[in-house]
């Protein structure tokens, strides 16, 4: 009889389990639309999200739009997972500096009417879609940025139900 004891073990594939950004992987799973949280999730205040080796913040503003950026503010650093959501994007706790969804400091307070349109500083951040219920986030190179994908199993209008992370929700009845 053969046996596997002793016998030694692969050692790990950089090239396919590191997700992280420059990596061979990290770059193929960039090229798509990724799903990072449940629409319903986006409240009053922003989700911190992990997604292939990036912590970001996923926020829906009280004008229904939603952004995903990098949860540290360009001022001072300050997370913006304790930022305040408003109409018009979200606002550092430390400064009071306000992002839209895309990421552009639209108010500076304490400084002049207009300065922060001159300053033209930007929030790092990613495109998001929300469909079916999801909200998807597209972190690839701009130029190469896919139409998001329509699949079956979350186009939930002619269903009767639909599983989501283990969960059978039924339409009402």
């Given at each position: ?26 770059e193929v799973m ?133 599983v989501l992370r ?8």
């Amino acid at each position: 009889m053969r046996s596997a004891y002793g016998l030694s073990q692969p050692g790990e594939d950089g090239e396919l389990t590191h997700v992280g950004p420059g990596t061979p992987m990290g770059e193929v799973m960039r090229a798509y639309w990724q799903p990072v949280a449940l629409a319903e999730e986006l409240g009053v205040l922003p989700v911190a999200i992990r997604i292939l080796g990036e912590d970001l913040i996923v926020f829906r503003t009280r004008s229904g739009a939603v952004g995903c950026l990098e949860p540290h503010c360009a001022h001072r650093g300050t997370s913006l997972i304790y930022g305040r959501i408003e109409d018009r994007g979200i606002r550092c706790c430390y400064h009071g500096w306000l992002y839209d969804t895309e990421g552009a400091c639209i108010e500076m307070p304490c400084e002049a009417p207009g300065y922060a349109g001159r300053m033209a500083i930007r929030q790092p951040g990613y495109p998001t879609h929300v469909h079916g219920g999801l909200v998807f986030v597209y972190m690839g190179q701009p130029d190469k940025q896919p139409l998001i994908p329509i699949y079956d199993i979350i186009d939930t209008r002619e269903r009767d139900d639909v599983v989501l992370r283990g969960l059978r929700m039924w339409d009402d009845c």
